[in-house]
């Protein structure tokens, strides 16, 4: 069943009566709407009433909300008394509004009329487009969605960079853009195709021949991601990729933000650019990076290196990755820098964990004994101001027992007692405002300490149990309390470790 959203907001229409209120105003409208979706059997799930009136978006709450859960996309239709009421503001915001209301396919239902803003061709649309900025509707979203969708049939390049082996440029004559091959580039794109495909080779090992052989990628060195991005794009079979649904629009804090989706579901057209491989290359890679993907779903996806994301190599910087050299003959694991040309050795990883469990021992047995001794030595001045707080709170309440006492000893008078109990109850109050300002400097003060103190059991935990822990329970844990690791292995043998805890900076 389709799913509506009320939105009720008083207008400047509604102004002329003064004498009524705000709520009365809108308890009234609701009942009509509710009448009305009754009658046209409308599912209204959630109403949304806007009990200030600013002008701005940001001023109007219920709107920001509206618009959120628009823009999950999962409702028809938003049921309003007119459509001053979603737009006033200004035209920016207004067409804004629209917009949102437009990519995520709801209608704007009023008693008077329902507005498809989907149907362009729709009378009640083209009155809309005088009433909402032109620009903000026809521009951004025809523009985008179409424009591109007909771009990409038409076997144009719509890319910001042009992927390896080509160059982009414009096409004469026309709107648009298409691809050059650069022959040295499209060479290497063929070989990296036979590696994979006729010499067996996997991502990591061309990767690697790659900087071996001294062939500059685009950016930085070749790795496994930029292997992998060049045996899956069809893009070298001659086609243009279009993804059907490449952005979302999300409204978030009343924010337009764009979120790429990753989505599997594309068309592919025939492009305007020569192809670097043919249909046989293209069909024997994939071949096997399917049969890999079956495979490597069960087993091989297990996480192996417990240091992923924290080792680094501490000569260069690079990252150090988990290398199996000889998987069928030993299993033996190595951690290697994967930067070219740095003289830093590899490093059994057997070795590497063997010595930073070691380090991050000492460093803890160091650190307890470091915060027990600033913990006993330094003097909190908040809780200095807490201390007299509380004595003056004590005093007050003292007194407020004291006068209960001379009232019923009849020596103050009732007027008396209040009197002085108001002006007590005043002070009680005023420091009790004191005491939670500071309780909550204090809190926010605890909270580095706090943050170093859990770092403790947490790194205790993961030496007392590491045997027993998984891969990727490892992980987690050395990501918590680690910032990063470095290693280095002079290439006389010695091994250098450091370790940065996570430490609150
Ligand atoms: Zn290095």
């Known amino acids: 069943m389709e799913r509506y959203l009320m939105y009720l907001r008083k207008s400047r229409m509604d102004t002329d009566f003064e004498e009524v209120s705000i709520a009365e105003t809108l308890s009234r409208h609701r009942t009509t709407l509710e009448k009305f979706c009754k009658s046209k059997r409308l599912n209204v799930v959630e109403v949304l009433e806007e009990v200030v009136s600013g002008e701005s978006l940001a001023a109007r709450p219920q709107m920001m909300r509206l618009l959120e859960l628009v823009s999950t996309g999962s409702y028809a239709g938003v049921v309003c ?3 001053e009421r979603l737009s006033r503001g200004s035209s920016m915001e207004s067409g804004y509004i629209m917009q949102i209301l437009q990519v995520n396919g709801c209608k704007i239902v009023t008693p008077g009329k329902t507005y498809d803003l989907q149907n362009e061709s729709d009378e009640q649309f083209t009155d809309m487009k005088f009433m909402f900025s032109r620009y903000e509707l026809k521009t951004i979203t025809k523009r985008l969605v179409r424009g591109r969708n007909q771009s990409a049939s038409e ?12 160059r982009a440029y414009k096409l004469p ?28 080779m996997g991502y990591n090992a061309i990767a690697y021949k790659m900087n071996d052989m001294h062939i500059p990628a685009r950016k930085g060195q070749w790795s496994q991601t930029s292997v992998a991005n060049i045996l899956t794009n069809e893009v070298y079979l001659g086609k243009i990729r279009w993804r059907r649904e490449p952005v979302k629009r999300v409204v978030k804090e009343g924010m337009l933000s764009k979120k790429r989706i990753l989505n599997d579901d594309y068309e592919l057209y025939e492009g305007r650019h020569e192809a670097i491989i043919t249909e046989e290359q293209w069909d024997r890679v994939q071949e096997i990076l399917n049969r890999h993907k079956h495979t490597s779903n069960h087993t091989e996806r297990q996480l192996k290196n417990p240091f992923a994301g924290v080792l680094y190599c501490e000569k260069c910087g690079g990252i150090m990755k988990r290398y199996v050299p000889r998987p069928k003959e030993s299993p033996t694991a190595w951690f290697r820098c994967m930067t ?102 204090k809190s926010e003060g605890n909270k580095q300490n706090r943050a170093a103190a859990e770092l403790i059991p947490t790194t205790q935990h993961i030496l007392d149990s590491y045997d027993a822990l998984t891969v990727e329970e490892k992980n987690s844990l050395w990501k918590l309390v680690m910032r990063r690791a470095t290693i280095y292995r002079e290439p006389e043998g010695e091994v250098h470790i450091h370790i940065y805890p996570n430490l609150p900076r």
């Not at 144009?156 to 082996?165: L, Q, R, T």
């Not at 740095?342 to 590497?352: S, T």
Request: hydrophobic content about 35%; proline content about 2%; some cysteine.
């Open 173 to 200: 004559g026309e709107k648009g853009n298409s691809l050059m091959i650069i022959p040295e580039e499209a060479k290497v794109v063929q070989m990296i195709f036979d590696m994979y495909g006729q010499q067996g």
């Open 340 to 441: 070219r040309n740095c003289d830093c050795k590899m490093i059994k990883c057997e070795v590497a964990e063997k010595n930073i469990l070691n380090a991050m021992e000492e460093w803890l047995e160091e650190y307890q004994i470091q915060l027990e001794q600033t913990q006993t030595q330094t003097v909190d001045p908040i809780d200095t101001a807490l201390e007299t707080v509380h004595s003056q709170l004590t005093g007050l309440q003292l007194q407020q027992e004291k006068i209960c006492e001379y009232l019923e000893k009849g020596i103050y008078s009732v007027e008396m007692f209040t009197k002085r109990n108001a002006a007590l109850s005043k002070e009680i109050e005023q420091l009790r405002d004191s005491e939670t300002d500071l309780l909550r400097q």
């Open 81 to 83: 008394m007119d459509i």
């Open 155 to 166: 076997g144009k390049f719509m890319g910001s960079m042009a992927p390896y082996g080509y």
